[in-house]
């Protein structure tokens, strides 16, 4: 499990994203991140206005901030990604919440065990 500062870039749908993952000594790559523990709805078929409406929420949450990535297992997915809890602030500060809970709590999205 590490932690990584990351920018991030564009959010795919309400549990995915693309950042700028910051690896440190000045050396930054584009990466795809799973948030990891949740399922936010699919963006097609019946669930469409509902995914569209979890994307434009986590959007208004992370898109062109700097957050924290706690990643676990440290590889990819089944499709690229890395799967990681989200937070606003350093993860070690008392205060620290998630983005993945926040989207949970919001409704807009639900646990999910891999």
């Known amino acids: 499990m590490y932690i990584y500062k990351a920018t991030v ?6 549990d995915s994203l693309i950042t700028l ?8 790559i584009e990466k795809s991140i799973r948030l990891y523990g949740i ?3 699919e963006m097609r078929g019946d669930t469409k ?7 434009d929420f986590l959007s208004e949450q992370v ?8 990643t676990f297992k ?7 990604r890395l799967l990681g809890k989200l937070y606003l602030s350093d ?3 008392d205060a620290a919440s998630t983005i993945n809970d926040l989207m949970i ?8 065990m891999e």
């Open 74 to 80: 440290d590889k990819t997915e089944k499709y690229g």
């Open 9 to 14: 870039l564009r959010v795919i749908d309400g």
């Open 49 to 55: 206005l509902a995914g569209m409406e979890a994307r």
């Open 39 to 41: 399922n936010a709805p």
């Open 105 to 112: 709590a919001s409704g807009h999205a639900v646990p999910y």
């Open 91 to 93: 993860p070690s500060s």
């Open 21 to 28: 993952l910051d690896l440190g000594c000045h050396v930054t």
């Open 63 to 70: 898109i062109n901030k700097q957050i924290f990535i706690q």
